[in-house]
């Protein structure tokens, strides 16, 4: 998982749970890239997750989650661009509907390994209001009513449990007009009432 590129920079000497949180959305966000980036995937670009890979070394060190699944699928995402670089050589064109879709299975394996660290994070409302604020984007990529079906587990009280984990955490830091400002998103979300 080691590269020759410069890794990014992350901030020293956070306690457990910040380095958790910080992470995570990172993880998400360089998810996302990824996702993006496949969107107008011609073929010749490269397909790096260097960054996602420094941002799971973080999140292992921080959380108390069984790790075998994320590893496993950080592996299985660096043997399939392995083997695409190899190909590449050998090879003078590849499909790039095929890679895309193989890289986006991944991706997507890699999405549902990251689940527990969701749930262990459930309480941090950066880490919801994150996944709230970029649900239609993920939406798009894994499938309809993706983040609000992940949201309606962790909080089977419906919008009035997020609710009120969300203005616990925002207003216990002051951020209570941020906080009102997104309530327009909260609602929209999608799902049953218990």
């Known amino acids: 998982m080691k590269t020759l590129l410069p890794l990014p920079s992350f901030p020293s000497g ?3 749970s910040a380095a958790r949180s910080l992470s995570l959305i990172f993880i998400l966000e360089e998810l996302y890239c990824s996702l993006s980036l496949l969107e107008t995937f011609s073929g ?3 397909l790096s997750i260097d960054k996602l890979c420094f941002y799971c070394d973080i999140l292992l060190q921080a959380s108390k989650v069984e790790k075998h699944s994320i590893v496993k699928e950080l592996q299985t995402m660096n043997l399939f661009l392995a ?3 190899f190909q ?3 090879i003078e064109k590849l ?7 193989l890289f986006k299975d991944h991706l997507s394996s890699f999405f549902s390994a990251l689940r527990p660290f969701l749930q262990e994070a459930r309480t941090d409302e950066n880490v919801l209001m994150y996944l709230i604020e970029h649900a239609e984007r993920f939406n798009r990529h894994f499938g309809s009513h993706t983040i609000e079906n992940l949201l309606q587990c962790f909080f089977p009280g419906g919008h009035s449990h997020l609710r009120a984990i969300l203005y616990e955490g925002f207003t216990r ?4 007009s941020f ?3 997104k309530e327009p998103l909260i609602e929209a ?4 009432s218990p």
């Open 14 to 16: 956070l306690d457990a």
């Open 44 to 46: 010749k670009e490269d």
């Open 83 to 85: 083997q695409r670089k």
């Open 88 to 90: 590449s050589i050998a």
């Open 95 to 101: 499909d790039p509907t095929y890679i895309c879709s």
């Open 173 to 176: 830091r002051g951020f209570t």
């Open 179 to 181: 906080l009102s400002e």
């Open 189 to 192: 979300l999608d799902w049953e």
